[in-house]
């Protein structure tokens, strides 16, 4: 269930992040103790791609950006220092103010991204009620492979199945 390789995201891509682990007392969200981060990029109706990053610097984040999201597309972001110098990267780039309460700006927004991880981590939660930072990663994978397959229906259970035999076919 591991991501689609280099399939390129492209059109209008939202780009996020959030944050993933226990509760815990203190700082929320960017900066929280004990708390993993997860880049988050998602074509406007269309697929998503998830990243866990050891933090959110620009060095960290935007070679993972260069390797997902296609040159010359758009992307909208939040304020967040580390977005800024995408324009540089050959991105036309976009950001909504959340420090002024600033969500949507005509067809500015992160919604569709911040939908995204809302559904994440209500799976952690319910489903599997925790995961240890050093499998984050395939819990991002997984839950990527099924928003991807949203809408292919019954199609899902095939292309795991499919995705299951790739490396024993190419083993054997």
């Known amino acids: 269930m591991g991501s689609d390789g280099k399939i ?7 780009i996020d992040d959030t944050y993933v682990g226990g509760k815990a007392k203190g700082k929320r969200g960017r900066g929280a103790e004990k708390k993993t981060a997860v880049l988050g990029m998602i074509e406007r109706q269309g697929n998503v ?3 866990v990053v050891k933090d959110m610097k ?6 993972i950006i260069r390797d ?6 758009k992307i909208n972001t939040d304020e967040f220092l580390s977005y800024r110098t995408l ?3 050959g991105y036309f780039h976009d950001f909504v103010k959340h420090s002024i309460e600033e969500y949507v700006r005509g067809d500015c927004h992160v ?15 319910g489903t599997h009620i925790w995961v240890s930072r050093k ?3 395939n819990y991002v994978d997984e ?9 292919n229906g019954n199609l899902m259970f095939f292309s795991l199945l499919d995705n299951l035999t790739k490396p024993y076919e190419s083993v054997h």
């Open 49 to 51: 791609k998830g990243k």
């Open 68 to 73: 997902t999201v296609t040159s010359g597309s």
């Open 135 to 137: 499998y984050l990663q």
């Open 87 to 89: 324009e540089k990267e």
């Open 111 to 125: 919604q569709s991204a911040e939908g995204y991880w809302s559904r994440l981590k209500r799976s952690i939660s």
């Open 143 to 151: 839950f990527a492979f099924r928003y991807n397959q949203r809408k």
């Open 58 to 63: 620009k060095k960290t984040i935007t070679p």
């Open 8 to 14: 390129k995201l492209s059109g209008t891509v939202e």
